[in-house]
Structure formats: C-alpha cells, structure tokens
C-alpha cells in the first residue's frame, strides 16, 4: 500500500504543474451543471410556460413522486428533480471521465516516453501496485472535480429550483449513482486506458480506447431513461454497482496478465 | 570469496534474434565488473536479466544465494540499484521529490533522512528544491545515482554512468564507483568507455552476445599481446643482449638506451631479469611495464570473435 500511495502521490504532484490537463473536465462539469438548468429552469422561464402545463412530463413525474423523499413535492417540483436527477448520469460518468482520461492514457506511456519507467520497474513495485497507483491517481482528480461539480449542483439547484427539489435528490438513489457506481464505471474506463496505455505505442490510441468504453455507455443509459427503457430505480443501481465492482475487480487481474514489462522495456521506441 | 551474484549460462532471445547467448560469470564483494561490448551486443539485456526486469529465456540469475524469479524478483530488486541508461528524472519534481518518491518505493523507515543523507553525499543539497528539468546532464546522472543508492544495495548495476558527462563529472562519477568498491559493493559496469575500465575495473567481460573474454584487464594483456617490460639503461642497450639471452629472455627490442623484453608471465620475471642485468654491469634508469591499451585488447578480442 505505501508504494502505491508514493506513486499516486507522485502523479499527483506532477499533475499540479500541469493545469491545463483539466480544463477540458472543468468545461465539461461546467456543461453537466447547466444544460439541466437550461432545460428545467431557463426554456420554460424564457417561453412562459411550467413544466408541469406540458403532459410530456405526466408519466416522469408520478413515477418521481413515488420516492418517499419526492412525495411532497409539487408537480413542477417533481418535474424539476426528475430532470436534475436524471441528467446527473452525465456528470458522474463524463465529468470523471474527462477530468481523468489523458492522465490516465499518458500513464504508463508518458513513463515510458520520458524515460523514467524503467528505474521505476527496477524498484521493488509490483504490476498491480503500478496498475493500482496508476488508475486510481488519475481517477481522484476527475473524482474531486466531480463532487465539486455535485456540490455547486447541489446549491443551485436549491437556488434557482422549485423548493424541496433539492433535499429530494439526496436519496440513496443519487448518492449511490455519484459515490460508488459512477466512481466505479470511471474507474472501469479509466483502469481500461492505463491498460491501453501499457499496450500502445501512443497515448491518444490510449485515450481513445478509454474514452469510447465510458461515453458510449454513459451515453446509451442516458437515452434509455429518457425514452423509458430502463428507469434507474436504487436496486437497479447497487445491481449495477455490484457487476461494477465485479468487473473492476476482474479487469485489475487481466490487466496484470497483460502488463507486458519485458515488451515495454525492450520493443517500445 | 562467496559471490553476491552469479549469472549461469544467461540466454534471452526475443523472437529469432539471441541478444544474450550462454553468458555466466559470478561477483564478489568489493569487485568491479565491467561488460564490454558493441553496440547490441547484450549488455543492457544483461543487466536488466540481472536486476529481474527480463526474464531469462535460459539460465540463471542467483543474487545472495537466491535465484531471481517471477515471484523473488519484486522482493530482490530491493537489494540491487540500477543506474539506467537514461537518468530517468521526473523533470517537473524537484530534486527532492524524485529522491523522496524512491525512498517511499524501497520502503524505506525514514525516507526524509534518507533523501537527506543521499543530498548531503552526493553534494545536491544546494539543488535539493529545483526542479529536475532545471539541472544540467551531470547533477541530474548525480542525482540518478543519488537514486540508485538510497537503498544502500549491496549489488550496483551502472549503466553507461559517465556517456555524455563532462570530464569533471565523469571523474567524480568514477570516484564514487571506486568508493562504492571500498564499501564492499559489488558493481557491474557496462560502458563504452574504456578509459573508464582501464581505472576502475577489477575484471573485464567482453561481449558479443556470446561472452568473447573475462579476465582482469593485465591477464587479457597478456593473453593477447603476451606481457613486456621496458628497461632503460645508460649507454646502448643491446650491449646486454646476451645476458638476457642467457636469462632467458627469447624476444627483446633494442631502440637506443631502452629495451623492450617479452616476459613469459605477467609478474615475478622482471626481478630476476633487474639482477641479471645490474650484475652484468648495467646502469638501470628505469624498469616500466609496457602495457598495451586496453583498446587494442578489446579491439583485437572482437576481431577473434565476429558478430
């Protein structure tokens, strides 16, 4: 644990010279945070109609208003947490993501490119202690990043939202979604580009893997709530959790098998 | 002596290529071990077999009396300091950092004291807060071995430690190599630079894949190029040509005063043939070994051994 903690620290202090590495995480949080507020605050303030006058919205918020902490809300209230809940899915999953993916796809590569791999591999560090430090490292930037972005959600929600609209997302439901299973499938992503990373001769290829095995997930969950196909009730998400943690857990020995040192050290140019 | 390390019948090959062919030789401590060789001729994949980056495909790797394997490699590496080709700094840490994140690797029970004792030895304190970026070629090779050191191993691997560094680093760099001997280390050196040898190595393993020589420098000399000692004397020097000849002394140059005589052995011939000559009448000036540069050694083992 302590060779993976100095690592992590490592990667940490060299990401604090490099600020510009989260401007495309803080872009995106920034848009995770507004485009919900656009569409149940701002359209509707600017058009001159509730959200609860279209009967788009009917079968949304009845179904909301079942959560025990929903049920006193009004029906704008219920309309206004359906869509704030919803569109965190976006924050957790991208927020994470892009905080994370180009450090976690320079990982292994950027070692290996500014040549300090190799006294790294001739300490006593094993695979997985690397893998491990080098995974969660680039996950706690993009994981900080996101609950500050949850954080500011929060208070604008209870700001510009109808009241109670913001004491009704914290339920286990959203806690859940933006402590353990987001945290989770970002670290799925993030665990496959320091995977890719140790695999390809060029951190974008690295960065593209990653990126693709989060977003298009994220993005089909996404539209599946919104079309009605998968309705994310709190036993679907510890389910999801659980397969998550599974799957983490699995990846972490593939990765091992696959980390090829002898391959890194003597094929890569 | 007991070894530190013994290497036993050493074979990599990556795909049809051998990179290191049946390669053995063992190391005590307080000894010096150079790896000659050209370019691609194994060297860095010998140490890297030694310090359990690279498996062998053959063969073995025994370190204080354990052998280096998949599962002992994490915990042996702990005993071995690789200086790397590269000094491999991260350049936006400073120098204290890198130290730091290696001591915290090693595991080791005060990395603060650690890394300041290693700051204080090899001269840095003063470059302690830069970043490594900032440092020039030689403090940051000072503070890559800095960082081979921290662990105090008992076996150091140096990998070209003096390719590019002015002559005033390199000198300082050998320095610290000879005292690494003097506190017992065992120390393998491969390196280009056969100056380098010349001054610091204990034995010399030339390599072409194939392991072509191991010897000291003088006995590789003396194999190749037998050993000879010069004599001046006052006045003409092949007056005494018969005196060696009645020595013994089967192959002697005359230029002037000074007469260059093939011994049969490196040592123990040179007084007796000062007695026989002083007795003769001579003069001496001076007696010198006549050494061949350990290039023409080197040069000449490559030539008897073609890639």
Known sequence: MKRITALMAKDLAELRHSPGIFIPGVLTGLATIVYPFMIAIVIPYFAGERLSDSSDFEIAAEMYRLQPSARALSMEGAIQAFLFQHALIFMVGLTTVTGSMSVAAHSVIGEKQARTLEPLLATPLRTSELLAAKVVGAAVPGLLLMALCFGIYLIAVAVFAEPGVWLSLLNLRTLSLVFVTGPLAALLGLQLAVYASSRVNDPRSAQQIGAIMIVVPIAALQIAQFVGGIVLTSSIIVAVAAALAIANAILLRIGIAVFDREAILTRWK | ?307
């Open chain 2, 1 to 307: 002596m007991a070894g530190v390390l013994k290497a036993s019948h050493l074979t990599r090959r990556f795909g049809e290529r051998i990179a290191v062919d049946d390669v053995s030789f063992d190391l005590a401590p307080g000894e010096i071990f150079a790896l000659l060789g050209p370019n691609g001729a194994g060297k860095t994949t010998t140490l890297r077999m030694l310090a359990g980056l690279i498996e062998p495909s053959s063969g073995s790797v025994v370190l204080n009396g354990e052998t280096v394997t998949p599962d002992t490699s994490p915990r042996l590496r702990g005993q071995i300091g690789f200086l790397t080709e590269a000094p491999g700094l991260w350049d936006r840490l400073t120098t204290r950092q890198n130290l730091t994140v290696y001591a915290r690797l090693h595991g080791l029970a005060d990395p603060g004291r650690a890394v300041d004792a290693a700051l204080d030895l090899f001269d840095i304190r003063d470059r302690a807060g830069d970043p490594a970026a900032q440092l020039s070629k030689g403090l940051k090779q000072r503070v890559a071995l800095a960082r081979t050191l921290l662990h105090e191993p008992r076996i150091v691997l140096l990998d070209e430690p003096t390719a590019g560094l002015d002559p005033e680093s390199a000198r300082d760099t050998r320095a610290l190599i000879l005292r690494l001997r003097d506190e017992r280390r065992a120390i393998v050196l491969s390196t280009h630079n056969l100056d380098e040898v010349e001054r610091v190595a204990d034995r010399v393993a030339v390599l072409r894949s194939k392991l072509v020589a191991l010897d000291t420098p003088a006995r590789l000399r003396a194999r190749l190029f037998g050993a000879r000692v010069r004599v001046a004397v006052a006045g003409a020097a092949n007056s005494y040509e018969q005196v060696l000849h009645a020595a013994g002394v089967r192959d002697v140059r005359f230029d002037g005063n000074t007469m260059s005589i093939a011994l049969d052995a490196t040592d123990g011939q040179t007084p007796g043939l000062v007695r026989a000559l002083v007795q003769a009448g001579a003069d001496i000036v001076s007696v010198t070994p006549e050494e061949q540069p350990l290039e023409d050694v080197y040069l000449r083992l490559l030539e008897e051994s073609p890639a």
